[in-house]
């Protein structure tokens, strides 16, 4: 359903708004063009992303490489990928991730195109432990890596309950990478690490985990090496993913600090866990 305002929104941004109407029905991507000039090849649901986060979009600048391939240059950093990291960016500039990055070395579980990792660097962390599974996504994170000079260690996997591999079904290497039913048509083979591994190895201060449903692996991980983490920001795909994680994240020490799910009819939330310090390792 459109709704008034979303037309208002559509008919001001878009060149071509006949070629909206259609975007709803046809569940392939179609070329849109902005007063910018620029041409994104988009989905229905790709298509609201970037209108939502227009006015986000027109503080940047925008280079159109190829078909579907942009660079983009904010204030803090530049980055080479997709148009998707437009609206990621969107949701990160406005507070998705806010807290203090000084010096800080940073777990990036689902580092996508390494925007996560550029904005992490430009809060001033000292370090971005990137993990990663789709290799083709791995040509923008090695360009943005360079091109923002960050202090990066790069992994080909994926997270889960132990070291393995696995097959993931998809229609796109998007954002929703390993959320598809079995219907999708392609498949791909992935890497596997034990996720209490990756927390051990990173010595990481802050970890960021958006894994598209493998979130669920940090309900096995030990106490003990949860709380290596001081912050963990969660995207949470499933009410029962919630309830398990917040139960597991409350009995090992860590508070809430931000909900995105408490007041909205979602299936995905974002939940920031700060650890409480223990008290017996408080010194005078």
């Known amino acids: ?22 975007l709803k029905t046809n569940k392939k ?15 229905w649901p790709e298509f609201r992303s970037l209108r ?117 079904t998809y229609e796109r290497t998007d954002w929703g990478f390993g959320l598809e039913t079995q219907e999708a048509q392609n498949s791909m083979n992935i890497k596997i690490k034990d996720i209490t591994k990756v927390i051990a190895e990173s010595n990481a201060d802050i970890a960021k985990i958006d894994c598209e449903g493998a979130e669920i692996s940090l309900i096995n991980v030990p106490t003990e090496i949860l709380r290596k983490i001081e912050f963990m920001m969660i995207e949470i795909h499933t009410p029962q993913t919630r309830n398990k994680l917040i139960e597991k994240f409350k009995n090992a020490g860590f508070t809430i600090t931000k909900d995105s799910g408490e007041n909205i009819n979602s ?3 974002m939940i920031h866990f700060k650890k409480i310090p223990d008290p017996q390792s408080t010194t005078l």
């Open 29 to 43: 991507p179609s070329k849109v063009t902005f007063p910018n000039g620029i041409v994104f090849q988009v989905t």
């Open 52 to 168: 939502d986060s227009y006015e986000f979009i027109k503080k940047c600048q925008i280079q159109q490489i190829n078909d579907t391939t942009f660079k983009i240059t904010t204030n803090n950093y530049q980055l080479i990928g997709s148009h998707l990291l437009l609206c990621i960016l969107a949701e990160m500039e406005s507070g998705a991730y806010d807290y203090d990055y000084q010096n800080k070395i940073v777990l990036d579980i689902g580092g996508f195109q390494g925007e996560s990792a550029a904005y992490f660097w430009s809060k001033g962390a000292k370090k971005i432990v990137i993990y990663e599974p789709v290799l083709e996504h791995h040509q923008y994170i090695n360009k943005n890596i360079q091109l923002n000079k960050i202090n990066a260690e790069v992994h080909p996997e994926g997270i889960g309950d132990k070291d393995g591999e696995k097959i993931v």
């Open 267 to 269: 299936t995905i939330s």
């Open 1 to 22: 359903m459109v709704t008034i305002k979303g037309l208002f929104q559509t008919l001001a941004i878009v060149k071509n708004p006949s070629t909206i109407w259609s």
